[in-house]
C-alpha cells in the first residue's frame, strides 16, 4: 500500500516530523511518499494562511496522487479536504478528522492542546464543522513565542505538557488530542505520562488511510462527494485541469 | 464610497449580471468596481470548485483592493470569505452571509433556491457554518441542465418562482433566499408575485457592505479576524505577500 | 425616508440618547421620529418588564406608524418584536436583532456587554431565540448601582470598556456588541480602544431599516408573519382595533 | 389548595371548556377560580395575538392571585408565562409547558395537534424556546375553518383523531400533545383509541400546579426569576403597580 | 394508589433514606413499597455502576410490580429506565427524569450538586439524553471521600450548601437540583435557605408517578414504547422471562 | 493480536456471521475468537433487549478478555459499550461508533439502514449519543417480518439495496452504513453496486479495533473512562467481581 502525504506548508523541519511518525505508525508493508507545499507559509494558523495551504495541497494531490492508494493532508485544521474528497479517485484524509475519529472512540470528550493562542479559534470551526462541537471539552494553547516550528515540542515539552493536564482536571477530558503537525510524534512521547489518552493525528491519518483502503466502500459516483460536473475551466495548473477533465460527476 | 465586487468564476456573463443588480442596488454616491477571475471554473458547485474560487478571489481581493472601502465576493457559498476577513483592511462581505442577514431581518425560518442539486450540500454546510441551521427551513433547487450560466433567470423563471411556492407551502419558509450569482437581480422581478419576501444577496452585499463602511466598527486587531502574524513564505502572489508583509498581525 | 423609532420605556432621557445616534448615524434624507412609551417602567431588565414594554410599543406602533417607512424597537431585547412584525405593513426592526446581524458580518463569535447583572438571563433567551447561541462568547454586565439611567456611559465608562476588554481577552470575542438603549452611542465614543469591531444597536437598526426600505423584498402574505386572520375582539386600544381589522391575514 | 386559571382569551366557551376539564382533574380538595381575558382576541394563533394575552394575563393574575396557591395561564403557547413567573409569589404554569413536561415523562419523542395551520409556527418556537425541539417530532395541524371555537371538538374530531395516527405512524411520535385550550378535555375521549399515550394541556398544569404547592421548592429571591427590581414606573394599571411595587428583587 | 420504589443499589441505609423523603411527599391514599437490589453496589458513580444496577432494577421491576400502579426507578441517573418504560404494563419513573421535568416548570436554566467528583460526566450524559443540555448550567459535586453513604447529608452538609450557593451566584442557576438517592430528602432541610428553588428526586419522582396515573394518558401499542415484540429468549431470570412472554408488542 | 468478539444475543447463526467477516476484515496476524450471549434475547430491537443485551456483554467480557487486546461489542446499539470502556483493561469497541467512525471519513452525511421498523429509535438515540445527529441524514428500514436472523441478507437483498438507493436519491446520504450484526458482510456483496461508499460495522471495528491497539494511546487513569472507584458490592458474577477488584479507579 502506498500513502502520499502532503505537508501544505512550506517547512521541510515539520515534513520531516510528519515523515518520521507515519513511518514509526505505518503497518507493514505500507509505503509513504511526502510532499512539500511548493507556495504558502510556514505553518498554518490562521483562515487566511489555510485557504493557500488548500491550494498548494490541491495541486501537489493532482500531481502526485497516481500510484497511491490513499492521500493525507497532514496540517492539523485540514485545508482543501473536503474538496479534495470530491475530486481524488482514492480516499483523502486529514490529521484532524483522524484524531478526532481516534479520539471519540476512545472517550466522550477530548480536548485539543495546540501550539499557539492564533490557532485556536480555527480550530474550534473545524471541530464545529464536524458536527462534534459537543464532544469538545476545550483547547488549550501555548502562548509562547516559537523559536523555531521544527523544535516546537523540544522547546516546550513541559508546557505542552502542563496544558494537557490542565485539560483532564479542569475541563474534565476524557482524551487528548496534539493538534499541529509540528507536535507530530508527541503523543508517543507523553506515553504513561499522562492520565487519559492521547491521540496524534498523522499516526492516526496513516492508519485510518490503511484502513479505509483495506475495507474498500466503494467511491461516490453520486451526492456532493462524487467528482465535480464537467464544466468549462480556465487557467489552472495543468494538473488540476487533467484532474477535473478525467472525471466524469453527475 | 467605492465597492470592490469579485465574481470568483470565470464567466463574464455573470459579472454583467451582478454588476447589473450591483447599480441597481447601490445608494448614490456608491460606486463598483468589478473585477472576473483570472481563472477558475465558469461556476461553482462544490467544494473543490469552492477551493478554486476561493483563491482565485484571494488574489484578486489583495490586488485591487486599494482604494475602496468594502469588498464583496459575489459568489452564493462566499469562497475565502472568512480567510479574506482577516487580511483585508477594510470590510469584506459575502453573498450568502448577506443574504442570510437580510433574511434573519424578515422572518425566522428562511429557504433557499438555487441552480442545480449539485449544489445543495455545499450550501447547507455554508448555513450551517454561520450557525443558522435552526432558521433553514429547506433547500430546493433546479434538476435540469443550465444551457448558459449568463441565462439561468430567463430559461428557468417559471421553475424557480415553483420551487419558491413550494418553500411556502411545504416547508413553512417565511423568507426566500435566491442563491447563486446567476439568479441575481431575480428577486426584483419577482416582486409582488410571492407570499413572502425575497432575498437577492448581490443587492444584500452592496447594502450591507454600505452599511458597515459606514458604521465605522473599526478593525481587528486582536483575536482570530486579526491580520495573520508575520512569518515566512515563499512563492506567493505578489499582491498576496505585500498583503501579509504590510499587516501586523499579533 | 421616515423611520419610526420607539422607546418601550417611560425614560425621555433615554429617547433622547436614542434620538442622538439614530441622527448621527441615519443616511441623508432619512427622518426619525421618535416616540416614548405612555406607560411602563425606567428601562427593562426582566421578562415581565420586557412584557409591559411589548404592549407599549405595539400601541405606539400601531398609533404612529401612518406615514413611515420602518418600524424600530428601541430596546435591547426587542420588546413585543416578532409580533410586530407580523401586524404592520412596513418593515419593523429591534436593536438586538440589528445588532447581531451586524456582528455576524464582522466575526464569528460576539460578546454581549450590558448594564446590569440582572439584564443578561434575558439578553441570553434573545440570543437564543435567534438560533446565535453557538456564536455568543460571553454576556458581560456592570454590577453595580445605576444612580442615572440616561448616564450610564458618563458614569461608568471606564468598567464598560474593561468588560470589553475582557470578552475580547478572556472570552475569544471576535465582535463586541453594546446592549441596552443607555449605551446608545458609546461604540462611537470607544472608537479605536478596543482591540476588535464594536457595534451599536441603535445606529445597526437605522441603517437597517433603510437597506430593508431599499431592497423591497416584499411583505408576508401567507405563513407566520402574515397578518392575524381576522376574528372577533374586544377591548383593544382604538389603534390596535384599526390596526387588526385593517389587515386580511389569511 | 385553590388555583387560579386564567383563560387570556375573550372567549366564555373555551373558559367554560377549561374549567370543565380543570375540575375533572383536580384532587380532591383543590379548588379552581376561572379568569377570562378582560380584552384581547377570540383565540390565540399568532405572536401578535400572545403579545395582547399576555398583557391581558398579567392583569388578571396581579388582580385576582391574592388568596390561590398557583396560577395557570391556560393557553397553548403560554402568554407571558415566564415573565409571570418573575413577578408572582406563587407558581405560575402554562399549558404547554405543563403539557410538554408530562410528554417527556412517557416518551422521547412527541408530536403536537393543534387546531390551525397558522398556529403551528408560533408553538414550534415555543417548543424551542423549552429547549426541547430536539424532542419534537412533528406538528399537526387542522386545515379547515373553526366555525365554532367553543366546538372545535366536536365539529373535528375525526380529523384530529386523523392527525394524531399519522403523528404516529409517519414521523415516529411516541406520546401525543393535544394543544389549544378548545382542545381541553379531547385527551379525556380520545382514551383508547390511540397507540400511544396522549397528554392535554389543563389537566397536565393542574396536576403539575398541585405537585410544585406540595413540594414546596421555594421562591427565588436571586437570579433570573426573582421579583424584577424597584424602579420608577407610570401609567401601569393599578394592580400591576402595586404587585411591582410589593415585591423587593435585588 | 400503589408506587414501587426501586433502589438499584444494594445500600439499605440509601433505601432508608428513600423511603423516607417517599413517605413524606406521597399524597394521602399512596402506598409506597421498597425494594433494594439483590445484587450490584453501594451507590452508582460510573456507567459500569449504572449497567449492573439497570439490570437489578429491570429483575425487581419484572418481579414486584404487579398490585402497583406505577414504578420509581430511585437512582439518579436512572439506570435502566427507558428500557424499563418498554415492558411496564404501568409508568416507570426516574429520580432524574422528575427532576428535571420539576425543574423545568421553576426556572430555564437548572444546576446539578453532586455527591463525588466521578459521577458528573455520568450525569452530564444523562441530561444531554434528554435533550436538556441547553438548560444545564453546571454541575458541581463534592470533592471528598465519602465515610458513610446513609449519611452523606449529616456529614457534608454546609459543603453541599456552598455547591448550591456557587451555582446560583457564578453560573446563573435558577433552580437547583439535589442528585443522588443519599441526598434524598435534603431539599426540604435547605428550604428557606437558598436563594432559589430547590428540587429533590425521590419527591419529584413520588408527585409525578401520582400525576401519570392520575391522568391515564394511555399506554404505547405501537412505536418505540411498545413492548417488545416477541422473539426467542433464553436463560433469562423468571420474572424477566415471564414479562416479555405477557406482552404482546407489534 | 488477539481480539475477542462478543455478540451480546444468543443466535449462533448471528455468530457466524460476525465471525465470517471479522475473518475476512482483519490484518494477517489478527487472531479473532468469538463468543455468543449465554443469555438474552434472539436479537436486539428495543432498549429493553439492549438493557439485557448489556448484562450478557459484560459477563462474558469481564470472562474471557485475558489474553486479548481488545474487545468488540458485535451489535449494532453498542450495547454497554460505555461501560466496558470503563472497566476494561484493553480497548472496547462497539459496531455503531465504529461503523460511525469510517462514515465520518468518508462523507459528511451518512443514512442507516437496518433491519426492523422497531430498531430504528433505538439507533436514533444512539447516534445522538454520540453527538452525531447533524449528521444523519436518514435511517430506513425493512418492514416486514424476518423469517431467519440468520439469513436477513439472502431473503432481503433487493429491499435493503433499494432502501439504501432511497437515502441517497431522497434525504442527500453521502454514506451508507449496513446496520445489524445480521447484516455483517453484506457491505461487502453490494461493492459497486451503490453510487455512495457503503460501512460495515463488523469490519469497521475490526479495523478500528487494531488501529487502537496499534497506536497505543494510554489508558484513563483519571477522569470518567478510569475504572470504577472500589466499593462495597454483592451478588455479581465472579469475573465482574474479580475485574471490580483488580482495577484501581481514583
Same mark, same amino acid.
Given at each position: 500500500m502506498r500513502l502520499l502525504v502532503i505537508n501544505p506548508n512550506i517547512s521541510d523541519s515539520v515534513t520531516a516530523l510528519i515523515q518520521a511518525e507515519a513511518l514509526r505508525s505505518a503497518s507493514p508493508g505500507t509505503q509513504i511518499s511526502m510532499q512539500t507545499a511548493a507556495f504558502g507559509v510556514a505553518y498554518i494558523e490562521t483562515r487566511f494562511e489555510a485557504l493557500i495551504g488548500a491550494y498548494a495541497a490541491a495541486q501537489l494531490a493532482a500531481e502526485h496522487h497516481p500510484g497511491h492508494?490513499? #492521500?493525507?493532508?497532514?496540517? +492539523?485544521?485540514?485545508?482543501?479536504?473536503?474538496?479534495?474528497? !470530491?475530486?481524488?479517485?482514492?480516499?483523502?484524509? $486529514?490529521?484532524? !478528522?483522524?484524531?478526532?475519529?481516534?479520539?471519540?472512540?476512545?472517550?466522550?470528550? +477530548?480536548?485539543?492542546?495546540?501550539?499557539? *493562542?492564533?490557532? *485556536?479559534?480555527?480550530?474550534?470551526? #473545524?471541530?464545529?464543522?464536524? $458536527?462534534?462541537? $459537543?464532544?469538545l471539552a476545550s483547547i488549550h494553547a501555548l502562548d509562547r513565542p516559537l523559536a523555531s516550528i521544527g523544535n516546537v515540542q523540544g522547546e516546550h515539552a513541559d508546557a505542552l505538557l502542563a496544558l494537557?493536564?490542565?485539560? #483532564?482536571?479542569?475541563?474534565?477530558?476524557?482524551?487528548? #488530542?496534539?493538534?499541529?503537525?509540528?507536535?507530530?510524534?508527541?503523543?508517543?512521547?507523553?506515553? $504513561?505520562?499522562?492520565?487519559v489518552p492521547v491521540v496524534d493525528g498523522v499516526s492516526s491519518a496513516v492508519r485510518h488511510a490503511e484502513t479505509l483502503v483495506a475495507l474498500r466502500p466503494g467511491r461516490a459516483s453520486a451526492g456532493s462527494f462524487a467528482p465535480p460536473p464537467l464544466k468549462p475551466n480556465r487557467g489552472l495548473p495543468e494538473a488540476i485541469e487533467r484532474l477535473l477533465a478525467g472525471q466524469a460527476g453527475p
Open positions: 492508494d490513499a #492521500v493525507i493532508v497532514a496540517a +492539523f485544521g485540514d485545508p482543501g479536504l473536503a474538496a479534495l474528497k !470530491e475530486v481524488m479517485p482514492v480516499p483523502v484524509l $486529514g490529521m484532524t !478528522e483522524s484524531a478526532l475519529a481516534t479520539a471519540c472512540l476512545l472517550g466522550h470528550r +477530548f480536548s485539543i492542546v495546540a501550539i499557539s *493562542q492564533r490557532i *485556536q479559534a480555527w480550530y474550534r470551526e #473545524v471541530v464545529d464543522s464536524h $458536527g462534534l462541537s $459537543g464532544r494537557c493536564e490542565r485539560a #483532564v482536571a479542569e475541563d474534565g477530558a476524557e482524551v487528548i #488530542v496534539l493538534a499541529g503537525a509540528p507536535l507530530a510524534g508527541l503523543a508517543r512521547s507523553l506515553a $504513561g505520562r499522562l492520565s
